[in-house]
């Protein structure tokens, strides 16, 4: 799970794709924490992506940086604890110009039985799970 979250992060933006009905929707992201023990997204419960995602957990997670790839395959669980949230506002402090941890806005998900695969040209897969 630390190796998912340094790549996503080191990469700054990855592609969270979710569904709407029968129709993939992708859009840019950049948050990810990891708060005890579990890997978290952000986002605002105002959004598209906050619908999807409370009407179909599945989702997937794809970022690209210097020739390697990683896809991550999961379900989406919201905490809704403000512990969790403050937590990715701490890790992110220019989102605080926009969303607090109690606005009744500012969500955050942990990816649940997820499985990364790591990819290149160059090398064979690499594959774990959390």
């Known amino acids: 799970m630390e190796r998912v979250a340094k790549f996503l992060k080191?990469?700054?933006?990855?592609y969270?794709?979710?569904?709407?009905?029968?129709?993939?929707?992708?859009?840019?992201?950049g948050t990810i924490n990891i708060f005890e023990g579990k890997l978290y997204i952000q986002t605002g419960k105002v959004k598209d992506v906050?619908?999807?995602?409370?009407?179909n957990p599945k989702a997937e997670i794809c970022a690209f940086m210097n020739?390697?790839?990683?896809?991550v395959?999961?379900?989406l669980v919201e905490d809704d604890r403000v512990e969790a949230r403050?937590?990715?506002?701490?890790?992110?402090?220019?989102?605080?110009?926009?969303?607090?941890?109690?606005?009744?806005?500012?969500?955050?998900?942990?990816?649940?039985?997820?499985?990364a695969t790591f990819?290149?040209?160059t090398k064979a897969p690499e594959v774990v799970t959390f």
């Open 16 to 29: 969270l794709a979710t569904v709407e009905g029968d129709q993939p929707r992708v859009r840019p992201f």
């Open 50 to 55: 906050s619908r999807q995602i409370h009407a």
């Open 86 to 115: 403050q937590a990715m506002l701490d890790a992110y402090p220019s989102l605080q110009q926009m969303y607090k941890a109690d606005d009744g806005n500012t969500e955050v998900f942990y990816l649940k039985n997820a499985t």
């Open 73 to 75: 395959t999961c379900e």
């Open 67 to 71: 020739g390697d790839w990683l896809r």
């Open 10 to 14: 080191d990469a700054e933006t990855y």
């Open 119 to 121: 990819s290149s040209f």
